[in-house]
């Protein structure tokens, strides 16, 4: 790494400029003074800093300076990393909402977009209805192959309680995930949190990208 006049360290460049007005290319065949008499300075490699420091360099001492994070500096990091991880889990959590809800009883999966979940609702309040005023209750439901099945009141409130079960279920894993992340106070803390939400809910294998 070669510092000209000071400035932020760099490779050497293929060409360089002499005091006498001559150019030299191809740095392999560079000396030491020629170097030096073109203005560049030989700088060692930008040392290693933590998550907690900051590096920089200083054009008048030609040299790197480290230094310690302000704590306002490491509370807007903190801030950042857990917006971002409260915005993933946001993510995941409509993704699997979304995603089709298998129901055991019915041994088949069911669509869970909006318009689904709507008409299962629907149908599961008209089942629930029809059970109370003792009246008959029939309806063909599509599951997520396109299969028309027929529901009687028992399984279509066995499909409604079913699937807003599960769904319930996403969003308190999603909130207690949230809540831990807003109540942490390190980027490591926030880290752990979002790693750990993402094994319980995908198991997969999955990692924080």
């Known amino acids: ?19 006498n007005g001559n150019t030299r290319t191809d740095p392999t065949t560079f000396t030491s003074e020629e170097i030096l008499d073109a203005g560049y300075i030989s700088v060692s490699n930008a040392p290693a800093i933590t998550d907690t420091q900051v590096l920089s360099w200083d054009s008048d001492l030609i040299d790197w300076v480290i230094r310690d994070k302000t704590y306002e500096e490491l509370e807007v990091e903190i801030i950042e990393c857990g917006t ?15 995603s089709p809800k298998y129901v055991p009883q019915l ?17 599961f309040n008209l089942a629930l209805f029809s059970q109370i005023a003792n009246l008959p209750f029939q309806v063909e439901f599509t599951d997520a192959n396109n299969i028309n099945r027929l529901l009687d009141s028992t399984t279509a409130i066995i499909l409604g309680s079913t699937v807003f079960t599960q769904i319930s279920v996403i969003y308190q894993q999603a909130r207690h995930a949230k809540d831990l ?5 390190t980027k490591e803390q926030i880290t752990a949190i979002l790693q750990g939400y993402i094994d319980e809910v995908l198991g997969d294998g999955s990692s924080i990208v």
Do not use: C, K
């Open 84 to 98: 971002n991880a409260i915005r993933q889990i946001n993510e995941i959590r409509m993704t699997l909402r979304n």
């Open 1 to 19: 790494m070669y510092s000209y006049q000071g400035q932020y360290p760099t490779e050497i460049p293929f060409r360089i400029n002499l005091s």
């Open 181 to 185: 992340i807003l109540g942490s106070v």
């Open 107 to 123: 041994g088949a999966s069911f669509n869970a977009d909006e318009i689904s979940l709507t008409n299962i609702q629907a149908t």
